[in-house]
T-cell receptor
Framework: GQNIDQPTEMTATEGAIVQINCTYQTSGFNGLFWYQQHAGEAPTFLSY????GLEEKGRFSSFLSRSKGYSYLLLKELQMKDSASYLCAVRGRPSGGYNKLIFGAGTRLAVHP | EAGVAQSPRYKIIEKRQSVAFWCNPISGHATLYWYQQILGQGPKLLIQ????????DSQLPKDRFSAERLKGVDSTLKIQPAKLEDSAVYLC????????????FGEGSRLTVL
């Protein structure tokens, strides 16, 4: 099957940097996604990693180590609007057949002034 | 480009009643997903379609939930009879194929079962 672990909650200060970790187990790994979800809204895509290393996109970066089953999302220059849940999701084939995208429980980030 | 459309946005029903949710994916997207998101949790995959065929429904409670995607475009998710624990947001998402691309989500349908 698939298993995804990420911290439940984190707090940070406006202007600071925060790292949200995600560990996973899956069969037939085919990519790791990070989504942002504001309260009461649908998830929106942030980043995608399929190879090891760091992907940078503006204030957000995502890192993947496939051998360790580990990823992190790095948010720089935090803004109040970054207060949201951050969902780690893994695409894989846990029981063969088609790929499917499974989400972790999400990390609720609160940014304070 | 039009996004994923869902309706209704909100629905309140009593337990043992039935409800249906509708989803229209992004044009040309072959893969369609229904996720259930209970408050404070991550989305849980209920069913995944590739065109009009089901490719995964392993976590769909088939005694009460059903879904179809006739003609490989629109999809309907039905719950009958509803239970209190079905209170959740039902998210529909689509992607170009099952192997590539991000998922695009609709705004969701929030169900409250009393």
């Amino acid at each position: 099957g698939q298993n995804i672990d990420q911290p439940t909650e984190m707090t940070a200060t406006e202007g600071a940097i925060v790292q949200i970790n995600c560990t996973y187990q899956t069969s037939g790994f085919n990519g790791l996604f990070w989504y942002q979800q504001h309260a009461g809204e649908a998830p929106t895509f942030l980043s995608y990693n399929v190879l090891d290393g760091l992907e940078e996109k503006g204030r957000f970066s995502s890192f993947l180590s496939r051998s360790k089953g580990y990823s992190y999302l790095l948010l720089k220059e935090l803004q109040m609007k970054d207060s949201a849940s951050y969902l780690c999701a893994v695409r894989g084939r846990p029981s063969g057949g088609y790929n499917k995208l499974i989400f972790g429980a999400g990390t609720r980030l609160a940014v304070h002034p | 480009e039009a996004g994923v459309a869902q309706s209704p946005r909100y629905k309140i029903i009593e337990k043992r009643q039935s409800v249906a949710f509708w989803c229209n994916p992004i044009s040309g997207h072959a893969t369609l997903y229904w996720y259930q998101q209970i408050l404070g949790q991550g989305p849980k995959l209920l069913i995944q379609f590739q065109n009009n065929g089901v490719v995964d429904d392993s976590q769909l409670p088939k005694d009460r939930f059903s879904a179809e995607r006739l003609k490989g475009v629109d999809s309907t998710l039905k719950i009958q009879p509803a239970k209190l624990e079905d209170s959740a947001v039902y998210l529909c998402a689509s992607s170009p194929t099952v192997n590539t691309g991000e998922l695009f989500f609709g705004e969701g349908s929030r169900l409250t079962v009393l």
